[in-house]
C-alpha cells in the first residue's frame, strides 16, 4: 500500500487542524494504522493509532483528548482531527500502515509509510 499524508498547515495556538492519509494499493482495511510525529532536532514520536476495523484506538499521553483518529475504509483514507493545538504540536507529521488484525505503537512495527505533512502551531 503507499500512503499520502495531507493536511498540514499553519495555525494559532488553540486552533484546529484535520490531517488525511491517502492509501493507495492493496484494500486499506487490511493495515492498521497511525499517526507519528517529529519535531525539529527531536526523535520521531508515535501520536496515535486505529485497527484496521476502526473499533480500537490508541492515543500517546500528550495528545490524548485532543487528537481524534478515524479511518473510512471505503474512501481508503485514514484521518488525524486535531483540535487545542499547542506550539509543542509543531512537527512534521507522518502516517504509517501494517497489515495486521492488531495496532502498534512503535515505529518498527509499520512498513509503510508516507511522506509527512508539516504541522506549525504558532504561539
Known amino acids: 500500500v503507499q500512503l499520502q499524508a495531507s493536511g498540514g498547515g499553519l495555525v494559532q495556538a488553540g486552533g484546529s487542524l484535520e490531517l488525511s492519509c491517502a492509501a493507495s494499493?492493496?484494500?486499506?482495511?487490511?493495515?492498521?494504522m497511525a499517526w507519528f510525529r517529529q519535531a525539529p532536532g527531536k526523535g520521531r514520536e508515535f501520536v496515535a493509532t486505529?485497527?484496521?476495523?476502526?473499533?480500537?484506538?490508541y492515543y500517546a499521553d500528550s495528545v490524548k483528548g485532543r487528537f481524534t483518529i478515524s479511518r473510512d475504509n471505503a474512501k481508503n483514507t485514514g484521518y488525524l482531527r486535531m483540535i487545542s493545538l499547542k506550539p509543542e504540536d509543531t512537527a512534521v507529521y507522518y502516517c504509517?500502515?501494517?497489515?495486521?488484525?492488531?495496532?502498534?505503537?512503535?515505529?518498527?512495527?509499520?512498513?509503510?509509510w508516507g511522506q509527512g505533512t508539516q504541522v506549525t502551531v504558532s504561539s
Open positions: 504509517a500502515a501494517r497489515s495486521t488484525t492488531s495496532y502498534y505503537t512503535r515505529q518498527r512495527d509499520y512498513n509503510h
Open positions: 494499493g492493496r484494500a486499506f482495511s487490511y493495515y492498521a
Open positions: 486505529i485497527d484496521r476495523s476502526g473499533s480500537s484506538t
